[in-house]
């Protein structure tokens, strides 16, 4: 079908968030208090989702930020945020096993 978005849903995301002002309400609106108290969101700011493992199998990660604590949280520390955006057609028991295979990608490189 010509004209077709494929991933819509992800690229709606990556779009949104690709804005500097609209990261920062998204994070504002989502992240609970407690970890906005500790997250300099001001310095977020995006890195590479694209990860090779030890066997060298690619994998993507939809959204990673890398977030630097503030000052008083911890000494020059950075947080790696991840967003997820998973859209099913169908029901999949094994989403969840999917979905943390791309956070672990990103915590072992």
Request: charged residues 25%.
């Amino acid at each position: 079908m010509a004209g077709k978005i494929r991933q819509i849903h992800d690229k709606l995301m990556k779009s949104i968030l690709s804005d500097e002002q609209a990261r920062l309400d998204f994070f504002n609106a989502f992240l609970s208090e407690a970890v906005k108290k500790v997250l300099n969101l001001r310095k977020i700011e995006h890195v590479s989702g694209s990860f090779l493992s030890a066997k060298l199998t690619e994998t993507h990660a939809d959204m990673v930020f890398r977030c630097p604590l503030l000052p008083e949280a911890g000494s020059g520390e950075v947080l790696l945020c991840i967003i997820i955006t998973e859209h099913k057609s169908h029901p999949d028991d094994y989403s969840i096993i999917q979905l943390g295979g791309y956070c672990f990608d990103v915590y072992r490189t």
